[in-house]
């Protein structure tokens, strides 16, 4: 009797063993896909902030970009009229010479 229960004992070990194996491996699975996902999270995350930072230097440039347009049309509002004046002078002058 003590040989079969022996045999029995140490059965149930040798299936317990084999079940706490599978057991640690899976939880060795579940852990690397957690370090998995908690790597991609993190990577997102800062994709996610340099998008922002993308979105607000995009921002800033077109604000930039729209004072330089504005200024530039002044530039030329003020060229066309100083140009007007200098021809309008020059004209002046050669009256005044020719008379």
């Not at 504005?70 to 140009?83: G, I, K, P, T, V």
């Amino acid at each position: 009797m003590r040989a079969a229960y022996a045999s029995d004992y140490w059965t149930t070990m040798s299936k317990l063993d084999s079940a706490t194996e599978r057991f640690k491996a899976a939880l060795d699975k579940l852990e690397a896909g957690l370090h998995r996902q908690l790597v991609r999270a993190q990577a997102s995350s800062r994709l996610e902030e340099e998008v922002n930072a993308l979105k607000e230097d995009r921002a800033q440039l077109a604000e930039e970009l729209d004072q330089l347009k504005s200024d530039a049309r002044r530039m030329n509002e003020l060229n066309e009229r100083a140009s007007e004046t200098l021809a309008n002078t020059i004209e002046g002058i050669r009256e005044v010479l020719a008379d």
